[in-house]
């Protein structure tokens, strides 16, 4: 089965990009076509990914902005990232297409009250009210000792949300990115704890 999957959530800086480019190395790993599909006119992932051309360390991996994807060859996995302002109409486009919606949440108020305007807004869309499309929460920027995680339960809870991950807030993220890396191309024992948190996301998708 073709999986489409979009990185996706209104609120600006939640991770979705962070997270894409993580998923597109971990699936492609697995020796699946895949495309990251940048959406965002910041073309931050695109950029990312020519950085990681350079240095040859894509073998199943493309990487192309919406507006050319007409352009490519058939992939098994299509990740898109998506930007944060929902109001254009190609990002309805792309929720209309996609399998899997990742949505990233992180702790604070601010984004708690983004999300929750967020999901009013996609819940109005016939594909996600007939529940075509499923939607993944994933939590990112986790910190072990936070009280404000114990609020963002709670949030989700009333919402009847169970997160899948929980991505730790880790500077090893923003490093690796910088150099067109993703955690999944690092193998050594301090990434490990990182990898483990994708795991349930990552057989999540395989199942499908
Ligand atoms: N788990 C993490 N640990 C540490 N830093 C992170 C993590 N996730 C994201 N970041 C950092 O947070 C910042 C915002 O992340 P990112 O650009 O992925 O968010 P975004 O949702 O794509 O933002 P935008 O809405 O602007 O597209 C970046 O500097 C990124 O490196
Ligand atoms: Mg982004």
Same mark, same amino acid.
């Given at each position: 089965m073709k999986i489409k999957i979009g990185v996706i !959530? %209104? $609120?600006?800086?939640?991770g979705k990009t962070t997270i894409a480019i993580n998923l597109s190395v971990a699936i492609s790993n697995q020796s699946i076509k895949t495309v990251l599909i940048d959406?965002?006119? !910041?073309?931050g992932a695109l950029f990312w990914f020519k950085k990681r051309n350079k240095n040859n360390l894509s073998n199943y991996l493309k990487a192309t902005s919406l507006n050319k994807l007409k352009k490519i060859e058939n992939f098994e996995c299509s990740i898109y990232d998506c930007?944060? !302002?929902? $109001?254009?109409k190609k990002i309805k486009d792309i929720i209309s297409q996609c399998n899997y919606l990742i949505i990233p949440i992180q702790a604070s108020i601010f984004d708690q009250t983004a999300t929750k305007l967020f999901l009013e807004l996609i819940k109005k869309l016939k594909r996600i009210r007939k529940g075509k499309t499923d939607l993944v929460f994933v939590i990112n #920027?986790? $910190?072990? #000792? %936070?009280?404000i995680f114990k609020k963002l339960d709670t949030f989700l809870l009333s919402y009847k949300i169970k997160p899948l991950c929980k991505f730790s807030d880790r500077a090893v993220y923003q490093l690796l990115s910088a150099d067109g890396? %993703?955690?999944?191309d690092v193998n050594h024992k301090s990434i490990y704890d990182l990898k483990n948190e994708w795991i349930n996301l990552l057989d999540f998708l395989r199942a499908k």
């Open positions: !959530n %209104s $609120k600006g800086g939640c959406a965002d006119p !910041n073309q930007p944060a !302002n929902m $109001k254009d #920027r986790y $910190k072990k #000792r %936070s009280q890396k %993703s955690i999944f």
